[in-house]
């Protein structure tokens, strides 16, 4: 805005000196031309004649002859330049504005070198005018600008220095906080808005993280008081009772070290920090596995398990997890249904299905139930970590397939579909 | 012949656990602390093993392997991690470790897992029986008898006994018959393997010795020879 005005300004300053400029030396050059004109025709006397009945007001003129100095001024100021060639020069009156500034220069006559020059005081004067004028124009503006400048950021300060302070408050630990978001829908709103949804996210994960660190330690304290009675006791021990003794404490303590190795693997997967080692694997294939290793553990709960088979699927994989994730279903269904229960692993393209006529899972916990350390079974009379079902999902989901659960009437219903 | 087994291990303690371990056995250990000490040492020197942390200080334990395999060095290597995961185990591998630990770690499973290392290196020709006291097993023809008697097992009892048989009277971990048996690495959380045993220790008591797989708690199965 500043640098407009300053081009204003010029343009103005160029438009109007320069004008006044051209004029002079239009004048200038006329007068030069009539007394060039004037010392070609008249004689020596009426030269001098004209050039003392010359008027100041509109040139000054001045003739040296060889004898004295005829004209306005009593002599020449040196370093004249010819015309059209002009220079600056003062003279001095003895008028109330003693000074007085002139532009002029000689026109070399047969009669010697004359003077003509003209006033500029009211050129030099205006120039010093519109100089001052420019400057309080510019001056304004930029103030101005400054100004505005100065309260326009101020607003927006306002509104950083109001984020900063409930950002600090958010440090603290009040999680609770969110950025104020007015009507204007600004950048300041949109920005505002998404941090309050970044805050949203975290303070959902943060409560999830804290649910889970209260079940860790609920999970984790029973066996580890049950060591720590456990070890106090060995001392106590008669040394035939010893091996068995810390052989159960051990497997005690392999158990919550599973569950912190669960939990780590849990996370590396979930958050993608492990790599799936892909390779194509055939849907068929894992299926037949799982029913061969499955199998055993069935017939020692005198259950049946059936395999059924059709079309199958080539996908990329990570087999390893994959069965993991499948087993893991399959040795639930066996686990919690009854002795004698029938258990089904059904694969038809894509689509997996593990059924059982066990006790099935109520609608209300269908989905809790891939929640980290839920267990449907408040007595935990079953041993797990309560894992287990996180992390089939957690490896579904790296592998783009979706799982569900449904009734089985009665029973369980796991279905499981790749894309 | 005593075996030499370099021992690269940060952990002063899992140091001391493992270096007693070995000794305790007639294994020679040399160990060092970093990764940088280890790969001069297993440069300078003819070892049977190496047994690498994955996390080590100034050279990391694959890194290592790496060097030491581009190197042209094809002792075998087991690698110890507190990392139990997949892709850590194939990375492992495919820096040329021959196999994989995850800690904490049951000192009989690394020496099993060790003991196999350091006699692949040891050209044997290959066996087609094996005796454990009066149990006897035709790998050709697959027959198995104990005193004379046959026992009829599945394809999966037979590998499981097997495995047991050449490493008799020693723990075995759940871990490790699952590898045995199946093409799958996880830890598998479940009773799979005591169910075979279970059936195989049937077979077993019905010849009247039911004693012969013994089961050492907290820790797996052990084929016992004295029988």
Known sequence: MTILIVML?????????????????????????????????????????QIRAADPKTALIAWRNSVDMVGALTFLPENMPQLPETKDFPIFTGGPDKLH?????????????????TRTDHLATLIEKFINAAFWAVAFTLGLTLALGYIFSKAILRRLVEYNRLSEQIEAGHY??????????????????????????????LRAVRGVTDNIAHDLRTPLSHLRIGIEQLADKPTNELADASAELLEELDHCLGTFDAMLSLTRIEEGQQTLDLQPVSLQQI????????????ESRDQVLDISLENDVQINGDKYLLFQALFNLVDNAIKYSPVGASICIKQRGKHIQISDNGPGIIDEDKERVFDRLVRLDPSRHYKGTGLGLSMVKAILSRHKATISLHDNNPGLLVNIHFK | MTKRILLVEDDATTLKYVADGFTAQNYQVDSATDGQEGLTLAKHNQYDLLILDRMLPKLDGLTLLSALRTSGNKTPVLILSALSHVDERVKGLRAGGDDYMTKPFAFAELLVRAEKLVQRNVIEPAATDIEVGGLKMELLTRKVTLDENELMLQPKEFQLLKYLMEHPNQVISRTLLFEAVWDYHFDPRTNVIDVHIAKLRRKFEELGHGELIETVRGAGYRLCKGH
Not at chain 1, 101 to 117: C, D, E, K, N
Not at chain 1, 179 to 202: G, H, I, Y
């Open chain 1, 287 to 298: 299926c037949q596995d799982l029913f061969e290793m499955a199998e055993v553990i069935a």
């Open chain 1, 9 to 49: 300004v010029l343009s103005l300053y160029r438009q109007l000196v320069i004008e006044q400029q051209n004029q002079v030396d239009k004048h200038l050059a006329a007068e030069m031309q009539r007394y060039q004109q004037l010392a070609l025709t008249v004689n020596r006397r009426s030269f001098a004649a």
């Open chain 1, 176 to 205: 609770e906080t969110r950025l104020p978001v007015s009507d204007s829908q600004d950048e300041f709103d949109m920005l505002a808005r998404q941090f309050n949804l970044v805050l949203d996210t975290l303070e959902q994960n």
């Open chain 1, 101 to 117: 500034i002139l532009t002029g220069g000689l026109v070399i006559t047969r009669y010697g070198p004359v003077l003509i020059a």
